[in-house]
């Protein structure tokens, strides 16, 4: 066999490219920048005057289940609106300190981000704060990809959109194979403010896998007058995280203005051997144009090393305990667990009626990921006359990855057909290190046009077009006879073997238009639509399993599969009310429709068109041609209708969604039980009603109390689905992974240099499994966050200390939930535990 070889070259290239695209937007800001300076002259420029431009098996795609291969695993078994705008650029930096709502949307300032541990996942901060979302993660800054979930009204990350100053973000999910996630893009601390809407998401948010809701992120600006920051963090498991930012202030005549920041967080893991590594960094300069716009250019850089937590049970988690996870460093252990795993039915001697032989298997060496992206973006914003203003953004994303683990159902050949030792040990390697080597490539543009309209008409037009390449290669390495190989090492080419290689293309368009009519003063009516298609090519390229099973690495079917799908609609409606009476009153209503595009990942990841189809006696690809025949993408229908009560002492809300899902798609297996094999296919509907309820309570200065309740009722309408030769009806039972009560609880008080802040968190049972017949245990979890600011000291603004205590009780949950559900029983280890209590201590100076 030829083994082809993963090589670094290509994600280097795309690097270099990505940081000249960076490199020619500087250039760019700097000769208008100089251009400038020619044509203005020093009396006629007011730099700070001037108005910011704004410039398994079972049915898993439903919204409970993302795609189920697209992170690493231990054990491969073969079983919206607009960004927000102020006249002053750092305007956002110093809103009040709580949470701001408009229509069907929440908005988070910096100062509410503020209030959490420095470097804090965006998204769990969005989840702390808004009603009807759930964030859960293995560790305390939310920064493990692997390990994160993210939900609203019964949507995942992967279902909903996002944009970075326009920049559409892709999914946000572990896998950057269409998109890059927030927490890669750019550092927490550098963002102003994010939003999260609840409703059915944007017209002029991009995305081509909004289901519903989108979240919207801004970037701060560099500041008018030269200075920086610097915090440093101290925290429990050794944790550390450096953040630094330097600001050049205005440079010229011109305006020019830029900032560079940096921030390195390491932690060991809670449990068992390893460490969580991330280095980010990012730029942004900015430079007026005249009178009539400005150009800003961006970088953001993410190189995130981490170690994966074991993904368990329901059964494995209350037998094995919390702590329960990968079998390093007991590497005799790791080889005895693999060979019953992969050559037996049984379990290991005292493990009979505590694991099942399957949960064996589940058991690795250990697990890891590298990840690696560079995000550059150019945006022009330009007042082209008195009422026409354009908005541009130019942008390319590159991003490898080397992730996986131990793979315990593959063997590593050149030590022989592994045997079970009269004293217990194993003879042979029954295992070997899986690894998947993939890269993508995104370069895209949108285009965006407003227009201030005769008769109180503000109409909206723009487009986006994408282009995205997406590389996923599967290679094997040995493992040795009395060593395993080495955590996060360079996997050495000379040591590959390929197990098979994927390509796919995408194409990606879509235009919309719309106008927002203010009837009288305080009340609007938008009303609009959105065109999507998109067409992604590709698949296998090559697949080398019989090969590599001849050479004896005892390989399984692999589904290799290639083919074009498109997913498209012309006429996506959007409309929405607004009403803000007697001052304080608000009411508001929402109504979309959605589609959201094929996923693809691999051949052999669940839940998407391309992967894990047929069997090795019906083909991946004839199962694939007869699929695309029949398939259509997801839609939804969101209906949104809500009240909101605003005032210096009190505020209230109160919403009401329903959600139509139509053509929900999922991974089913086909035929009888002598003929069955695995297909992706439209199998129902699933209806959505849900309410949220917030109070704010303001009753002296500085206190703030905030409680908020949500209800989700999310119910499947399949009638029959074929599973296994055997036929289930899905009817009435609710959503997999979504709970259907929520509580949250935040008090924040502030007197004088001093914060205190405590929010608490209730999520009721989640059902994990389609049958509804096993569920994951409700939890509560609080959090307290301490700060003084001690003003300026010598040279030193804002001196400022902080405490931050997670999981203030040290409870023991479930968090996060990945991948495909069963239909009934205990079956899948996709639960990831929640981290235990953590400290972490800060100190911050602005200079």
Known sequence: MKVRQWSTQGPRVRAGLLRTTAIAGLAVVSALSSAGAAEKTASAHKPHGKKAHQGAVAPAAA?????????????????????????????????????????????????????????????????????????????????????????????????????????????????????????????????????????????????????????????????????G???????????????????????????????????????????????????????????????????????????????????MTKNMWQKMGRYSTYLKPDYEKAKLWAYYAQYTSDVPPGYEGVLSNDEIGDYAWDASQVQRTYLSAVTGHFDLFRNVSSDTVAYGDVSSAIHGGTNNFVTSPSYGVPALQPDGTVSGVPMALGMAHAAMRRLGFTQKVSIEAPHNNHIETGLWYENNQWIYNSRLYEDYLHDAHNWNSDFKPSQAHTWFDDTYNTNTFQFFLQDRWTIIPGMTLLAGFKSLTQTTHGGTKHDFTDQLDAEGWNTYYRHPATGTLTASSAFLPHFNFDYHFLDHHEFYWDIAENMRAYDYYSQTSSSTAWGGLGNSKQSAQQVFDANKNVLRPERTWNYIVGYRYDSRFFSG??????????????????????????????????????????????????????????????????????????????KGKRQVYYPK?????????????????????????????????ESIPAYWVTNLNLAYNFGKIGFTQNLKATLGVTNLFDKNYIGGVYGAASVSGDDNANLFVAAPREFYGTISAEF
């Open 63 to 227: 919204t409970g289940a993302a795609t189920g291969a697209a992170r690493p695993s231990g054990a491969a078994h073969p079983r919206r609106a607009a960004p927000a705008r102020h006249d002053d650029p750092e305007a956002i930096q110093v809103q009040a300190s709580r949470v701001r709502s408009h229509g069907a949307e929440v908005a988070v300032t910096r100062a509410v981000m503020d209030r959490f541990v420095a470097g804090t996942n965006p998204m769990q901060i969005l989840s702390m704060t808004t009603p009807g979302a759930n964030f859960t993660s293995t560790d305390a800054f939310g920064l493990d990809t692997y390990g994160n979930t993210f939900y609203v009204r019964g949507f995942t990350q992967m279902q909903i959109g996002a944009t970075l100053d326009g920049i559409p973000l892709g999914t946000q999910g572990f896998a950057n194979y269409n998109g890059v996630s927030i927490t890669q893009a750019m550092i927490q601390d550098d963002l102003g403010g994010m939003t999260m809407s609840q409703g059915a998401g944007a017209l002029d948010s991009f995305s081509a896998q909004n289901l519903g809701g989108a979240m919207t992120y801004t970037t701060s600006d560099p500041k008018d007058k030269a200075g």
């Open 229 to 311: 920051k610097i915090s440093q963090t101290f925290g429990s498991y050794n944790a550390y995280r450096t953040y630094g930012r330097v600001d050049s202030g205005i440079l010229n005549p011109t305006g020019t203005k830029f900032y560079a920041s940096f921030a390195r967080t390491n932690t060991n893991m809670w449990k068992g051997q390893g460490y969580q590594s991330e280095l980010q960094a990012d730029a942004k300069v900015v430079q007026p144009v005249g009178d009539r716009g400005r150009i800003t250019a961006f970088f953001g850089y993410g190189n995130f090393t981490q170690g994966n937590y074991l993904t």
């Open 741 to 773: 009560f929520m509580y949250k609880a935040n008090l924040n008080y502030t007197w004088r240099e001093v914060m205190f802040n405590f929010n608490a968190n209730y999520i009721s049972s989640r059902p994990m499994t389609y049958l509804n017949d």
């Open 653 to 730: 809300s109160v919403d009401f969604y329903h959600t139509d899902y139509y053509n929900r798609l999922a991974s089913i297996t086909e035929g009888s039980s002598a003929t069955a094999h695995s297909a992706y296919l439209n199998v129902g509907r699933e209806t959505m009603n849900g309410a949220d309820v917030m109070a704010t309570i303001r009753p002296v200065r500085g206190l703030e109390i905030t409680n908020s309740f949500s209800w989700n009722d999310a119910e499947y309408q399949s009638r029959s689905i074929n599973y296994s030769g055997a036929t289930y009806s899905l």
